[in-house]
């Protein structure tokens, strides 16, 4: 095929670009730049900084945002971007632009990864062709199913991220009455994300009568880590926890049996807590249906790759006639 293709990962604190070459089965990266969001007023503005960095005209863009699809212009989630697809493709030069949520590019990319971009946090037997579960908090909290259909994979990237919150302790209960009030709607993303590392460590805060610093959910993370901060210690304990309960929620809710794929820049801070944190107890929790969930394995994601991947994959103009199969 043509080559090379720009691709991008842009979500609501990150901006990595690259270009791809796709043939083969296989997809080579090169020329990536990692960008801050805070550091441009507009997408537009760090991609035609990108272009002017690279030596090779594209002949065609593919982007992995995290925002769910529409016409027209797309506002950002987690971000004050948009993504005005005309726009764009005038700093393109006009070449072909495919559009693809983030969650929906980072699980198409899966397979294009090997076993060292992955950490295996709990054994299982997937269960025949039931779909796989790819979600995760960065800046918000993603979310995409995999289903093996033939004679192609399906990808469906869901908004599970925007589900209310249901806490499942006393502790949760207290934080859930803080997050709520002025009669706020909580969802679990306000919790398990970037952001909900920060609402939960105020929250914490408020409820032990602490004095707390506005730390980062970065802050909070290397803090925990370090062991230094027993606030954040909790804080993380907390997320976590509340991690599990939501990933085991939505294996029922979407018949996830194949297996979970952790992701986002935040738990991939955390792998070294995660696996001596309540992850597990809490995930497989589920009541009745606990057999339902108990075979189900759970992987990290360790790699930033993934979405670039899945862009280069989905955007390959000799792929063009079946993007409605990925």
Known sequence: MDSPILVADIGGTNARFALAE????????????????????????????????VKEKPVRASFAIAAPMKEGIIGFTNSPWALDREGLKKILGGCPLFIANDFHAKAAGLEFLSAKDFISIKTGKPYGQ???????????????LIIPTKPARK??????????????????????????QGGKRVSVEHLLSGPGLENIYQALSEILSLKAANKTAKEISAAARGQK????????????????????????????????????????????LLI???????????????????????????????????AAFLGAADLKENLDDY
């Open 155 to 180: 990808i469906i990237p869901t908004e599970g991220g925007h589900i209310s919150f249901a806490p499942c302790s006393e502790l949760e209960i207290e934080i859930l009455r803080i997050l709520r």
């Open 130 to 144: 039931a779909p796989i579960l790819v979600l995760g908090p960065g800046t918000g909290l993603g979310q995409a």
């Open 229 to 272: 901060d027993d606030l954040a210690q909790k804080t993380v304990d907390i997320f976590l926890a509340i991690l599990g309960n939501v990933s085991g929620d939505a294996v029922l809710a979407c018949g996830a049996r194949g297996g979970v794929v952790l992701a986002g820049g935040v738990v991939m801070g955390l792998k070294d």
């Open 276 to 310: 001596a944190s309540d992850f597990l107890e809490r995930f497989e929790d589920r009541g009745s249906m606990g057999e339902y969930v108990a075979a189900v394995p759970v992987d990290l994601l360790v790699s930033e790759q993934a979405a670039l991947l899945g």
């Open 22 to 53: 796709y043939g083969g089965g296989k997809i080579r990266l090169h020329e990536a730049v990692n960008y801050k969001v805070k550091d441009f007023a507009r997408l537009e503005e760090a991609l035609g900084d990108f272009i002017g960095k």
